[in-house]
């Protein structure tokens, strides 16, 4: 059965004519993202640049760092550390095995070339020596005996060849006399070789004899002991040591100098060191050697540098630390300002310029300069003692600018 549309009528119609003109209209306030983050910027901006040419009423000048050319002392050094050891000193050793019997002398005993300082039990040697004496007296005995023996024969074969001669006597009877004197010749020679041997073999016993006695080589001060009186000391395969002399007059400065300030010692240089509880007292040197082979610790590469000191008052000791300064360069009463106060023309140049205050304006200035550290620098010429030169900006945004920390247009950080 067909389906009939029922007829649509005003009231089930929707209507569809609106009159816009009725309905008043509002007026629109939407505010763009942009406009309102670039109004946030231009706002901080002004603020910073207020803080930044120091809104308080302060100046540029305020911020600058400066100095004054003054008059002063600059040395240009190398640092290391270092200790001191005696630069003429001696270990004594057993030249021979045995019980050491007594030691004469205490550490810090002033000793002379000569003067016994140790002795080691010599009886069992003194016992070898006798019996090297004894066998060569009876060498020379029986080298007495062959020599009688020696001429008897001769004298013999001299009656023999004159009886032969004359035929009173055979030709074998001569031979014989003369064979006999050729032995005890040969006899006598034989002894004077073995008295020769046995007389050496007694010179070196006695010579070890004299090792059991250790007797200072050299003048100097025992500094050390590492014996004790009764202990049994074996030289057959190391020298034992027994105490060490040394010389304390003169010292020796073992300084460490790392590879890249070896470069700057040179030989003759003057150096200076001071050590812990000197205060104010400083002792000078020269340095002497740098040793060709480096100490590498911990992948450091350290070269070992010598020089040496005088100690007439015996105030360094051995073992003393030792902070050292080699002296590359110095200058004194010179005209001196802050390195930082410098500015290099070019890279590698030597040339500097500096810039001088002067009231409320500014000079830039090229200077000559001479010796110089990473503290102070040497003026040679372009300054004047009490000249005004600037370091850098103490402002937060400028610091370490040299120049009171101003900034160029459109470099302001925000």
């Known amino acids: 059965m067909p389906v009939t549309e029922a007829p649509r009528t005003a009231e089930t ?20 993202t942009r406009v309102a983050a670039l109004a946030v910027l231009l706002l901080t901006g002004a603020a910073g640049a207020y803080w930044y040419w120091g809104g308080s009423g302060q100046g540029t000048a305020a911020a600058l760092q400066i100095a004054q050319a003054t008059r002063g002392d600059i040395v240009d050094s190398v640092s290391a550390l270092g200790n001191l050891q005696p630069r003429d000193y001696v270990d004594l050793g057993a030249q021979v095995s045995g ?28 016992t070898k020596v006798e019996a090297g004496r004894a066998s060569l007296a009876a060498l020379k005995a029986q080298l ?22 004359t035929r009173a006597v055979s030709e074998t009877t001569f031979e014989s006399a003369e064979a006999t004197a050729r032995s005890a010749a ?22 070890t004899l004299g090792y059991t006695k250790i007797v200072s080589p050299m003048a100097g001060t025992v500094v ?27 010292m020796t400065v073992w300084t460490q100098v790392s590879e890249a300030d070896v470069p700057k010692l040179k030989l003759g240089m003057k150096a200076t060191f001071t050590t812990l509880g000197s205060g104010q007292q400083s002792w000078e040197g020269t340095l002497r050697q740098v040793l060709p082979t480096p100490e590498i610790t911990n992948n450091v590469v350290l070269y070992t540098a010598l020089f040496d000191v005088q100690n007439p008052k015996r105030e360094l000791m051995t073992q003393m630390t030792a902070q050292v ?10 005209l001196t300002i802050p390195t930082a106060a410098l500015r290099e023309s070019r890279p590698g140049s030597g040339q500097y310029t500096v810039l001088i205050k002067d009231g409320s304006s500014t000079e830039r200035r090229p200077v000559e300069v001479g010796v110089k550290t990473r503290v102070l620098a040497e003026v040679k010429s372009g300054l004047k003692e009490g000249d005004t030169v600037v370091i850098g900006s103490s402002s937060p945004t400028g610091a370490g600018n040299p120049g009171g920390g101003q900034r160029r247009p459109g470099m302001m950080r925000l």
């Open 224 to 250: 050390s002991i590492s014996a004790r009186e009764g202990q049994t000391l074996n030289a057959n395969q190391q020298a034992p040591i027994i105490l060490r002399v040394a010389d304390l007059s003169t």
């Open 186 to 207: 040969a006899q006598v020679d034989m002894l004077k070789a073995q008295i020769q041997q046995t007389a050496a073999t007694l010179k070196g016993d006695e010579a």
């Open 144 to 165: 007495q005996d062959k020599e009688a023996q020696r001429d008897l024969a001769n004298q013999t074969l001299e009656r023999q060849r004159k009886l032969v001669e």
């Open 13 to 32: 119609r929707p209507s569809l004519d609106l009159d816009f003109k009725d309905t008043p209209k509002k007026p629109k306030r939407r505010v763009s």
């Open 325 to 334: 300064f080699f002296v590359v360069a110095e200058a004194k009463g010179v």
């Open 99 to 126: 019980q050491l019997k007594t030691i004469h002398v205490d550490v810090g005993a002033e000793v002379k070339s000569g003067d016994l300082l140790a002795e080691i039990d010599p009886v069992v040697l003194n």
